[in-house]
C-alpha cells in the first residue's frame, strides 16, 4: 500500500508504504536492482536473510528494529517460521518497485 509516491503526493525521488506479510510466507531470492530499501518493522518478527563472503546471514528482527538493503544486493524476506502476520513500513528510492528474482542468494 503505497503512502506517499509520486501518484499520491508528487514525489520524484522517494517511495514509502505499508506491507502486511501474512505467517509463514517468504519471498524467493532478489534484489531490487538500483534502489536503496529502507524497513521499519511494525509488528511481527521478520526476517532477512543475505548471503556474505559464501555465508548465508539471518537478521531476525522485532517490532522497531530498522533494515537497510543497499542496491542490489541479493536477499530474501520472509516470515516463514512465524505464526503471526508481520507489518513493516518500506521507503525507497526509486518509484517502481524493481524486483530481479533470482535463482539463489
Not at 499520491?8 to 501474512?22: C, K, P
Not at 559464501?54 to 516463514?80: C, L, M, W
Given at each position: ?16 508504504g505499508e506491507?502486511h506479510?501474512a505467517p509463514g510466507v517468504?519471498?524467493g ?15 511481527g ?10 555465508r ?8 522497531g ?10 536477499h ?25 528474482n533470482?535463482?539463489e542468494?
Amino acid at each position: 500500500m503505497a503512502a506517499l509516491s509520486g501518484d499520491s503526493v508528487g514525489s520524484r525521488a522517494i517511495w514509502m508504504g505499508e506491507t502486511h506479510v501474512a505467517p509463514g510466507v517468504a519471498s524467493g531470492p532478489h534484489h531490487h536492482g538500483k534502489s536503496e530499501t529502507g524497513i521499519y518493522v511494525v509488528s511481527g518478527n521478520p526476517s532477512f536473510i543475505y548471503s556474505e563472503d559464501g555465508r548465508e546471514i539471518r537478521v531476525q528482527t522485532k517490532p522497531g528494529d530498522y533494515i537497510y538493503i543497499p542496491p542490489f544486493v541479493h536477499h530474501i524476506e520472509s516470515n516463514a517460521h512465524s505464526a503471526l502476520e508481520a507489518v513493516v513500513v518500506i521507503a525507497r528510492t526509486t518509484q517502481e518497485a524493481i524486483v530481479e528474482n533470482l535463482d539463489e542468494l
